[in-house]
């Protein structure tokens, strides 16, 4: 993960008028109060306080990554990662267990340069938050055992095959560090390693890994959030003074390598899709001072529908199904990348050179005031938006501290990118984006001689006995909680606008940035019949085009004040939503209304956006869980409207017409609620969004009436044939419930003792006991009709048929065959009631909880109802809510996967089995 504030804006692909950009000075943020010491054995602690919503995070920075391995050794930091959560001297156990009692969320994640460890719990909680990171870097060692080491190398071995080798371009960074990197340069492997490395990974070793870098002196302590900043203290220095120091760390710090001519590599890859190519040249180490400039280029050159390669290459020429470039800067190296995807047909030597050109052009002439202006609007407004919860504050605090020497960088970061110039941004060009670079194009064809990406060995993994009375008696050792906070609930002021339409207003005055959703009581269940997709289809085009503004107006004119502007919906719903700076709210209210009242769905871009979904099918057919997810619904539901998907039949069957039809009939203002969350003026927002809506105008709509849903005809398993796959992708399950059922309390408790959390059976079987997957789940999806439930996930090739046995087992323990235990249901109890609050932390966070009360006529006090509807749940209601709404004879078990190598495991379950066509279409049994 890149550091610097401007990471997040690649992620701002929909937003740019312009309008006064900050000179060489950035505009203030808001202030961001901090305290920092060190223990004295070395340890750094951060301290910043957040009393808006009782949550506080904890987490732990360790400057250590992937860089600092070895080769032959690689993987060790990511291994290490996952074992910290095995258990430790004072708590023996899966570390998930007491925090997510708490109501805690908790994750690790290991980079290049460092290991983050981190848990956002209720306040009351810190206490145990603080004891449990403590003791797992003072005390892990003792805890550690072979069993353990096995399980975990295993679950990432998993994880590699399902974020590697069973994707299309899976490899590409791979194959990036080694050619960009050469041995010995410890960037030229990347974090996850290989597999003959991990399992060559001996106890020795990862105790030496541990000993080496597991240490006072190599750790950053952050606490951000709700608490008491003296009982903190106490408790930090209690648990966290234990630690050892440690030695001084020699870090490494090579010369960054260069490439002295251009270098070409061409992969061919059986699972992609279409042809692509990536263009990568050296850069610089994050921080250097022309890491702000690169980061404006690539904005400049790929985020946004305005920015030049889009406007080129997806939207004018329409040669790519995408592109997207980014400058990558870590502690001793940078990259900066473009990659490119043709589209059917295209060349991509025809791309490359128009890629060239643009970065050309740039050279000989530096990039627009306008452009340079979006880019830093961006920034500020990108910046600012980040600052909502105590885990992102937490996360760039230890970052800055970690990498700069000072954790409170906010503004001085900014102000790096504020003194960015036009010139800046020429001479990084010139200076990087040279012909010393490397292409690398991926071509979608078999390997010679058909490589079999499925040929992997049965997990050899003996699950650990761990007493059960020692961990009790360990776990009622933990420090308890301290008494409940109190979550107020802001107020909600509700109004009605002259046309009808109601507004729900909520104050937020943290930040100053605010929220507005457009909330439309129908979604694409509401599509009339023969014309599947047209509700997304309509969705996706209402920004592109108006009575007064181009879609490159509209994208140009949001990015210039950094507001985000998206249009979608789901099967109930229809939403069209802002975040912007509260400062900016006039010209993006301006945009926003536009968009709601005055889409034109220009004819061009019509056919535009169904050339590129057209695309998009192609490329849907290579990925595993596309495919699953298609066929599962198709399985399940038929010709329901929860079964349809977009076909090229469905799409070519669509006009622009259609489109204009449906939004006739759906923008209507009595059909929705506007949501406004946020830093706004009360007295006058009425005012003002009655002059920006007083053209719309039009009464209610009616919600169709779904059609009855059907038992599944034909139970059993359903192949997906996927030559080569290193994976089986596992999906069982059948019709659920819908969101009004009486019994929507009892089945989310029920459901998260079966598979919803990583400590729920499923998970604890399937991934941390079997070690069969990297994770694997369970759950319900609400809808007005009855959605689906499923479980299931990516399982190793090799252990499909065990899977598909332990996941059955478990549906069928929920039901009675492994009964619920109070201790299980008081647990998942606290657990969802204990995380409530933090669904109410960021602006967006409010108004989605909003608009579940609009949507489904949940009724104002449904919030303060939870709780105790929560709190009533028995051990009889969930017996009673699992055998009724469970039934695993009933179910379709849909598998992705390579057929001559799982059916013949399968065939031994005992159940019918049927096949599919990658579309989900049955092809025979």
Do not use: C
Not at 719 to 744: K, L, M, Y
């Amino acid at each position: 993960m890149k550091r610097s504030l401007v990471f997040i804006i690649a992620a701002v692909l929909l937003v740019g008028t312009a309008l006064p950009v900050f000179a060489q000075t950035a505009p203030k943020l808001p202030k961001i109060k901090t305290k920092e010491y060190k223990l004295k054995n070395g340890m750094r602690v951060i301290t910043h306080v957040d009393r808006s919503t009782p949550v506080v995070t904890v987490g732990t920075w360790y400057h250590v990554g992937s860089k600092n391995e070895e080769p032959g050794r690689t993987g060790f930091a990511h291994l290490f990662e996952h074992m910290m959560f095995q258990g430790s001297k004072n708590y023996d156990a899966d570390y998930f267990t007491p925090l997510q009692e708490a109501g805690g969320s908790v994750n690790g994640t290991t980079n290049q340069d460092r290991t983050w460890y981190f848990e956002t719990v209720p306040s009351n909680f810190l206490e145990l938050a603080l004891f449990m990171e403590a003791d797992r870097l003072a005390n892990l060692l003792p805890a550690m055992t072979q069993e353990k080491l096995d399980n975990q190398r295993d679950v990432v071995k998993n994880e590699r095959r399902q974020r590697v080798d069973n994707q299309p371009y899976g490899a590409a960074f791979e194959k990036i560090g080694e050619i960009l990197y050469p041995k010995p340069h410890p960037y030229n492997w990347t974090t996850i390693g290989s597999l003959e490395d991990l399992q060559a990974a001996s106890m020795d070793d990862v105790k030496n890994f541990f000993r080496r870098y597991y240490t006072a002196r190599n750790t950053i302590l952050v606490v951000s959030g709700d608490f008491d900043e003296k009982q903190a203290k106490t408790w930090i220095e209690k648990y966290f003074g234990q630690v050892v120091p440690g030695d001084e760390i020699t870090r490494p710090n090579p010369t960054q390598p260069t490439l002295a001519k251009e270098v070409r590599v061409n992969v061919d890859d059986p699972l992609a899709p279409l042809p692509r190519r990536y263009f990568v040249w050296h850069t610089v180490r994050q921080y250097a001072p022309d890491e702000p400039a690169l980061d404006i280029l690539s904005n400049i050159l790929s985020s946004g529908r305005g920015s030049r390669l889009q406007s080129n290459l997806v939207y004018g020429k329409e040669l790519v199904a995408n592109v997207f470039g980014f400058n990558n800067s870590s502690e001793i190296a940078g990259a900066f990348q473009i990659q490119a995807t043709a589209r059917p047909g295209k060349s991509l030597d025809e791309i490359e050179k128009e890629i060239l050109t643009e970065i050309d052009k740039i050279k000989k002439e530096p990039p627009t005031a306008e452009e340079i202006a979006r880019a830093k609007n961006s920034i500020e407004s990108q910046t600012i938006f980040g600052l909502q919860t105590t885990l992102g504050k937490a996360s760039q605090l230890t970052n800055y501290a970690g990498y700069v020497g000072k954790a409170n960088y906010f503004q001085q970061d900014l102000d790096r990118y504020a003194r960015v110039t036009a010139a800046d941004v020429q001479r990084v060009a010139n200076t990087y984006l040279t012909e010393n670079r490397l292409v690398m194009t991926y071509t979608p064809k078999p390997a010679a001689g058909g490589g079999n990406r499925a040929a992997n060995q049965p997990t050899s993994v003996k699950s650990e006995k761990r007493d059960q009375t020692k961990i009790d008696a360990q776990a009622a050792a933990l420090p308890k909680g301290g008494p409940d906070p109190k979550l107020t609930l802001p107020p909600i002021e509700k109004t009605k606008l002259a046309n009808g339409l109601e507004v729900w207003m909520v104050e937020q005055r943290e930040l100053p940035m605010l929220s507005m959703n457009l909330v439309m009581k129908t979604g694409s269940a509401n599509e009339p019949d023969g014309k599947t997709g047209v509700a997304g289809l309509t969705t996706s085009l209402m920004d592109d085009g108006t009575k007064t503004r181009t879609a490159v107006e509209i994208a140009n004119g949001l990015q210039s004040i950094g507001a985000n502007l998206g249009v979608g919906g789901t099967f109930d719903s229809t939403n069209v939503s802002l975040q912007v700076l509260t400062k900016n709210l006039e010209p993006a209210l301006a945009i926003f209304a536009d968009v709601v009242q005055n889409p034109t769905f220009p004819a061009t871009e019509f056919e535009s956006l169904r050339g590129r979904l057209l695309v998009g099918l192609r490329q849907q057919r290579s990925n595993p869980n596309a495919i699953n997810n298609a066929a599962f619904n198709k399985v399940l539901y038929g010709g329901h409207p929860y079964g349809r998907d977009n076909t090229e039949a469905t799409l070519k069957a669509i006009s622009r017409d259609d489109l204009v039809n449906y939004y006739q009939s759906t923008f209507k203002p009595e059909n929705g609620v506007l949501l406004v969350v946020g830093d706004f003026n009360k007295s006058t927002l009425k005012s003002t969004l009655d002059k920006a809506f007083s053209g719309w105008t039009g009464g209610s709509v009616a919600a169709k009436q779904l059609p009855a849903t059907k038992p599944l005809e034909k139970p059993g398993i359903y192949i997906v044939d996927r030559p080569n796959s290193a994976q089986s992708v596992v999906t069982a399950g059948q019709v659920g419930i819908e969101r009004s059922n009486p019994d929507f309390v009892p089945v989310v408790v029920m459901n998260s003792i079966l598979g919803g959390t990583i400590t729920s059976r499923i998970s604890m079987n399937l991934r941390e006991d079997k070690g069969y997957t990297y994770g694997a789940n369970s759950g319900f999806t609400f809808r007005r009709g009855a959605g689906p439930f499923r479980a299931g996930g990516d399982m190793q090739t090799a252990v499909t048929k065990e899977s598909v046995y332990e996941l059955m087992k478990e549906i069928r323990g929920i039901r009675g065959g492994i009964p619920v235990t109070q201790k299980e249901l008081d647990y998942n109890k606290q657990s969802i009631i204990r995380r409530f609050p933090a669904a109410f932390e960021t602006i967006g966070g409010i108004s989605n909880q909003l608009a579940n009360l609009i949507v489904y006529g949940l009724g104002d006090n449904y919030f303060n109802e939870y709780i105790g509807k929560v709190n009533a749940v028995t051990i009889d209601d969930v017996n009673r809510v699992a055998n009724k709404y469970l039934d695993p004879d009933k179910m379709a078990i849909v598998i992705v996967g390579d057929r001559k190598v799982i059916e013949p495991g399968l065939k031994e379950l005992g159940m019918p089995i049927y096949y599919l066509d990658a579309d989900g279409n049955l092809i025979g049994n």
